[in-house]
């Protein structure tokens, strides 16, 4: 076999031949250079595991060009370091391929989300999560493999969330903790780099209730947005039900001549079926939206296209603040649309609706609904749940109907001014 001193002058300078040409470096034995008919230049090593009487066997390290002549005699050398002590090169690049194939967590995080979360998450949950993954959590640990990732990995990903979601980081917490928990059931890590980690604290609750004045500024000014999210803040105040609900509320789940929204539980947070009564307020919106008493059967309330639920609440928010401050002459307070949620529950307590009946309004789970009591207790307070939303109809009428300026004192205060 030629050998020689392998250099960039003498890589260079090899020409192909007819067939494959091997040239051994003289100083460093089993290093070589291979020269195809092709003109490509192959650096690879050689070795043998078990002494002169194992096979040979030959280990490539890369391309000319990619690889220079001193980087790839340093792969070489420890190449050979690893063949000395028993072990094999090429197994362990075998094995390093297929980590990088089955555990880089890029398309492991896909895995886990569709192996798991399909199967076990709500469509909402799973969209989430999705979106989180993709926008948080893949651009620091997606060209690593799961391994080899350790707690400064998962450190970096909480390092680099922005402050103004103080939510975000105990929500990924626990869907990366989950991912890693699954990824150790299934026997591809031993070990996640979440043990003994401490899960982010818990934001605190939100008390923010719009005034009665707020609530009337919102629904006088909500007109101003436009179709179809004039509508969609009007009815949020009026059901009191949840954004995504509301959003995507279909004609098929509306009947008039009961005065009924029927919610079925793939589309309840709870994923419980959920029977709303829809007072005179309601269904004059509803007949506007429809264009008459007589609604389609089908499609969404809130669209645009025609095929999807509206999105883009939070433009459509941020332009009805700007409305109301430039109409009343200063904004209201901080308020989140799911503000308007709490502010409804509350009205009811105020309007002396039992609290069992709220619960039942809201479609929640807790308190009188929950536990043993959810289990014997099945009255469905239908009749109650009718008579709340009447009342809270004839609170609505009043707030429009009522006497004050523009800016009530009871804002005034709320916002501390004098």
């Keep these: 076999m030629p050998t020689g001193k392998i250099t960039k002058r003498s890589v260079d300078g090899l020409a192909p031949g007819e067939k494959d040409i091997l040239l051994w470096d003289e100083d460093l034995r089993g290093f070589g250079v291979k020269t195809t008919p092709a003109g490509t230049k192959t650096y690879l090593v050689q070795y043998r595991l078990g002494g ?43 094995d390093y391929q297929r980590q990088q194939r089955d555990l880089g967590f890029a398309g492991y995080s896909d895995r886990f989300l569709i192996e798991y979360g399909k199967r076990h998450w709500r469509e909402r949950t799973y969209a989430a999560a999705e979106s989180n993954m993709r926008r948080w959590v893949v651009p620091v640990l997606g060209n690593k493999v799961l391994p080899g990732i350790a707690r400064r990995d998962i450190v970096e990903v909480f390092d680099k969330l922005p402050a103004s979601s103080p ?36 934001v605190a609750a939100r008390d923010r209730i719009l005034t009665d004045e707020e609530l009337r500024l919102v629904i006088l000014y909500a007109g101003d947005l436009g179709a ?52 005179r307020i309601a269904l004059a919106e509803l007949d506007t939206l429809a264009g008459s008493d007589r609604w389609p059967q089908q499609g969404f309330v809130f669209t645009t296209n025609d095929r999807t639920a509206i999105s883009g609440y939070s433009r459509a928010k941020s332009r009805l603040d700007r409305i109301i401050a430039a109409k009343v ?90």
């Design 52 to 94: 002169r009487s194992a096979p040979t066997k030959r280990f490539t390290i890369g391309r000319h060009g990619t690889w220079t002549p001193l980087t790839a005699r340093l792969e070489a050398e420890r190449v050979l370091r690893l063949a000395d002590t028993g072990v094999d090169p090429q197994a362990l690049a075998l």
């Design 329 to 418: 002459g200063r904004p209201l307070l901080a308020w989140r649309i799911h503000d308007l949620r709490r502010t409804f529950a509350t009205n009811m307590q105020r309007l002396d609706v039992r609290f069992e009946v709220t619960e039942a309004l809201l479609n929640h789970l807790s308190g009188a609904r929950s536990g043993v009591a959810g289990v014997y207790q099945r009255h469905d307070w239908a009749t109650e749940k009718r008579d709340a939303m009447d009342k809270w109809a004839d609170k609505l009428s009043g707030l429009l109907t009522m006497d004050a300026p523009p800016l009530g004192e009871e804002t005034r205060q709320a916002d501390g001014v004098a």
């Design 167 to 202: 939510a975000l980081p105990r929500n990924l917490f626990a869907l990366m903790r989950k991912l890693f928990t699954w990824a150790t059931e299934r026997g591809d890590i031993d070990r996640s780099p979440f043990d003994q980690m401490r899960s982010p604290s818990s």
């Design 228 to 279: 179809p999210f004039d509508r969609l803040v009007l009815l949020l105040i009026i059901t009191g039900q949840r954004r995504d609900e509301v959003s995507g509320m279909t004609w098929g789940e509306l009947n008039r001549s009961r005065a009924e929204w029927t919610m079925s539980g793939d589309r309840t947070k709870n994923a419980r079926a959920h029977i709303v009564p829809l007072n």
